[in-house]
């Protein structure tokens, strides 16, 4: 019986280090330098994802996208959103009403005079966009608005 005992223990220390290894391959960090960003990412790529910088609005990239499938970081290809998250705000950017657990970070800012909430990508830092309460009431309530450039889009398969 204690041999058996022995053996579980053995056996569930294995699978839990299996699973913390597995999530930290999920979650790792991407960490490279300005110029290493900026052989990657296109000009304007770089500007809102590393610099900040806002799409103008309107109705081009995936603004209007309704496609089922997933939406990655342009800068580190981890995923951030389902498409079933995706809804039409009119807002002028893609708008998400959740993001992928753990894929998300939120940043308090106050720059331009206002208050907001930053949401960068949680592996590289890269600017997505701002989160805002006003999103859909029959969901989450919030609302994701992301810029179309830090963002890719793959087709679900099915």
Same mark, same amino acid.
């Given at each position: 019986? !204690?041999?058996?005992? @022995? ?32 052989? @990657? ?44 998250? !995706? =809804?039409?705000? +009119? ?14 970070? =939120? ?12 949401? @960068? ?5 890269? +600017? ?29 398969? !099915?």
């Amino acid at each position: 019986m !204690k041999r058996l005992t @022995i053996i579980l223990i053995i056996i569930l220390t294995f699978n839990f280090s299996l699973k913390a290894q597995e999530k930290d391959k999920m979650n790792k960090k991407v960490t490279k330098s300005d110029k290493e960003w900026k052989t @990657i990412l296109t000009p304007k790529q770089y500007y809102i994802l590393r610099e900040k910088g806002t799409d103008n609005p309107g109705d081009f990239g995936y603004t209007n996208n309704f496609e089922k499938g997933t939406y990655y970081c342009a800068a580190c290809d981890i995923q951030l959103f389902e498409s079933d998250s !995706k =809804y039409q705000s +009119h807002c002028g950017w893609p708008s998400f009403d959740d993001a992928i657990e753990g894929k998300v970070t =939120y940043i308090s800012d106050t720059s331009h005079g206002m208050i907001r909430t930053e949401i @960068i990508c949680t592996s590289c830092g890269g +600017h997505l966009g701002h989160i805002f309460d006003d999103g859909p009431k029959e969901t989450t309530g919030k609302r994701y608005c992301v810029n179309s450039t830090s963002i890719r889009f793959e087709k679900s398969k !099915k």
